[in-house]
């Protein structure tokens, strides 16, 4: 990348570039925003976001354009790859940070929790991008911040884990878009944050990683959308927490860097669903955490930005 940045976002456009908006450094928030060919290999410079943020969301639309909100704040921007430029939209009700946004199958956008100024939030709303307006929509049955975001293939948002000022939560809850109500489901046996949620080629759902009470974990659990209920499969082979997670070839399950306790983490592993079982595969050139991981149109991953073990990080590498 031009510019070194952790906690930004990374989004894939209809023209198989990526978009890498905001995050941080070691002066501040960043409000720059930068774009990979994969053709090229090379980055440039897009417009810059009207508002520095760091730990927001990126969601793509329907109509091609990228939805950017909170980190930091409560506004919202667009992103139009057609002219590199952003505009402002509405606002949410909420400012917030370390929350989660869900591009539902109606084209609506579920944002759900996270932090505002001065305290966690329950509170979650739904972005509608043919009037660029912020509606309320049913809130959690727990707040929580740090948590995941799934949309099953039923249509509905499963929201799991997460931490606010009374611990670390196993709790998991369903979002009904059309109901816009929240429900109760099985709880997680290893309560966790800043863990990683994927949904496999199956439906169901493996969680991993995190934080726990007793501190890094390496247990993955799968929760099954027709039963309600989670069972453990294989742990990783390495406990660790701002990872990312990739799913490759619609099937296996790729998760790279993160901390694992000793420090920044450059070792990757394979998560097999038909076996349920890891493996080592290839480590990156650099260990880093709070990175950014997306598949592009090629299936290849790009992992790109973090912080490595003595700086911010502007590098990037593919695997695959």
Do not use: C
């Not at 978009?19 to 990979?36: D, F, K, Q, R």
């Not at 707040?143 to 929201?159: C, M, Y």
């Not at 000793?262 to 290839?282: F, H, K, Q, R, V």
């Amino acid at each position: 990348m031009l510019e070194p940045r952790f906690a930004h976002t990374a989004s894939i456009l209809n023209n198989g570039k990526v978009l890498v908006a905001g995050g941080a450094n070691s002066i501040g928030y960043l409000n720059s925003a930068e774009l990979y060919d994969p053709i090229t290999g090379l980055w440039t410079n897009t417009g810059n976001m009207g508002t520095a943020r760091s730990y927001h969301t990126a969601s793509t639309l329907s109509n091609g354009m990228v939805l950017v909100a909170g980190g930091g704040n409560f506004n919202a921007e667009l992103y139009n790859p057609e002219t590199g430029l952003w505009t402002p939209t509405g606002n949410m009700s909420t400012p917030r940070t370390y929350h989660t946004a869900s591009t539902l199958s109606n084209g609506m956008v579920l944002v759900v929790g996270g932090m505002d100024s001065n305290a966690w939030v329950g509170s979650a709303e739904l972005y509608d991008p043919a009037t660029g307006l912020w509606t309320p929509t049913g809130n959690m049955t727990i707040i929580r911040q740090f948590h995941t975001a799934s949309i099953l293939n039923n249509g509905k948002v499963l929201v799991a884990g997460g931490i606010t000022r009374d611990g670390y939560f196993n709790s998991a809850e369903l979002y009904d878009p059309t109901a816009g109500l929240w429900t109760q489901t099985g709880n997680t046996a290893t309560a966790r944050w800043f863990h990683t949620a994927s949904v496999l080629s199956n439906g169901k759902v493996l969680v991993f990683g995190g934080f726990g009470l007793n501190g890094l974990l390496n247990i993955a659990e799968l929760y099954d959308p027709a039963a309600g209920l989670w069972t453990q499969t294989g742990n990783m082979n390495t406990p660790r927490f701002y990872h990312t997670a990739s799913t490759v070839n619609n099937a296996k399950v790729l998760v790279a860097g993160g901390n694992d306790g000793y420090g920044t983490s450059n070792n990757t592993e394979l998560y097999d669903p038909a076996i349920g079982l890891w493996t080592p595969t290839a480590n990156m050139t650099t260990g880093r955490w709070s990175h950014a991981a997306l598949i592009l149109n090629n299936g290849k991953v790009l992992i790109v930005g973090g912080v490595s073990s003595n700086s911010i990080f502007n590098g990037a590498e593919i695997y695959g």
